[in-house]
């Protein structure tokens, strides 16, 4: 009787398989008897083939595991989600690879790296959005691939980033300077602001999303940072001091306000440029701020925000006075860095924000953020900002001035300070 033991290739390995070729065999000789038999030449030499054949099979088993397990963490690493620029506090540039509330970094000496080989400007800006990658083996990072030449090698730091809750905000008010005040902030190396105004207090659709949502909208940063967020309508919502609260007892905030008069026209001339690109009808200035028979319209909104001392009431009603600093918002525009030392001081950072991060742009009439690497690139606020202002009549101007009078000299001596209005 013939056995044959051959194995089709695609059969599992480790069961004998009966060929059914002799039928008439197979019935009369039960598949179990060889195992009795003692074993011939060929068996044995069949044997022999089924161990080398096993063994084959499992080494080529394993190799195709490992194989697929270096694909994942191959293409798990390759495909970085995104990928910005940081500037460390000494200077050194870092692409920073975003795992969503966390991050890892990769730092350079902030000289040699940069997209289609150009250099990086120092403020860390221009480079790294569209970076698509990062060098597999954490050495090379650059637009063509882990493999580019165009960059310079970097060095892994270990610190941790990550997004963390503002120890810090900018309450308000509106048109009085925030946008400024926080993006000149922003060029301390020991703040991170928030990109946008992100209204978590303020709009219950927000609220309601809790504060993790709240912190994914927050940058990245290093344990000793000071994030900061800023959204002006909080200084004018009831509910939004106790919320604050709420998430941290300690925070410290920040109120930024211009003359008040001076504001009604900015918060007027915004929403008439509004109207007018929507091609809305709109009132003159004088029609808008004042009532019919002649008085200080206190129903128009901008009228509202400018009573500084009512909207403070409630906020000193929750947090203690010290922990509010106001920030002079018409100094801002002549002498920035005056303020933005007393926000240092305020945050108890070194004043690190001089006169050479400023340049005087004539055409604006307002301070702009010197590129340090290009001297005749300022970064400047908006075309928005220091809109032109609708012409006042005086009488207009001396009701209005009549008008706050008053309650600017509540809200001096609730502050404890005096402004020129
Ligand atoms: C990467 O950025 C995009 C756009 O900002 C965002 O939608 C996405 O969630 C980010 N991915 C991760 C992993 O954070
Ligand atoms: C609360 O704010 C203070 C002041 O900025 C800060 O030192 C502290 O770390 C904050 N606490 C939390 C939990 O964020
Ligand atoms: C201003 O700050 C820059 C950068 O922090 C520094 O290099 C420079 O020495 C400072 N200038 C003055 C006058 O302090
Ligand atoms: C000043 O601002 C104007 C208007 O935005 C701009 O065109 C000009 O380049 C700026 N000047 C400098 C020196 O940056």
Known sequence: MI?????????????????????HDHQQQPAFIPC???????????????????????ILLLLSVATSALHTLHTSLLQVPNITTFLHPDNNFLLLVDDGLNGRMVEFDGRSVGLDGQNIALDGRTVGRDGRTVGLDGLTVGPDGPDSQSVGRPRWTTERLARRLPQCIIIGARKSGTRALIEFLNLHPRIRKASDEIHFFDEEQNFQRGLDWYRRKMPFSYADQITIEKSPAYFITRYVPERIRAMNATIRLVIVVKDPVTRVISDYAQTLANRIKKGKHYLSFEDTVLTPDGAVDVSYKPIRVSLYHRHLEYWLRVF?????????????????????????????????????????????????????????VDRCLSKTKGRAHPDVPSDVMAKLRDFFRPHNERFFREIGRRFDW
């Not at 056995?3 to 039928?23: Q, R, S, W, Y």
């Not at 009795?36 to 499992?58: D, I, M, N, Y």
């Not at 801002?332 to 005056?338: E, K, R």
């Open 3 to 23: 056995i044959d033991f051959k194995l089709p290739p695609e059969k599992p390995i480790g069961k004998a398989t009966i060929p059914h070729h002799n039928h």
């Open 36 to 58: 009795f038999r003692w074993p011939t030449r060929g068996t044995l030499l069949v044997s022999v083939t089924l161990a080398g054949c096993l063994l084959l099979a499992t």
């Open 320 to 376: 203690p006075r010290d922990q509010l600093l106001i920030v002079d918002g018409d100094r801002l525009v002549t002498d920035p860095v005056l303020e933005l030392e007393r926000v240092e001081t305020f945050l108890g950072l070194e004043h690190r924000i001089n006169a050479s991060h400023f340049h005087f742009n004539a055409t604006k009439g307002f301070f702009c953020i010197r590129d340090a690497q290009n001297d005749r």
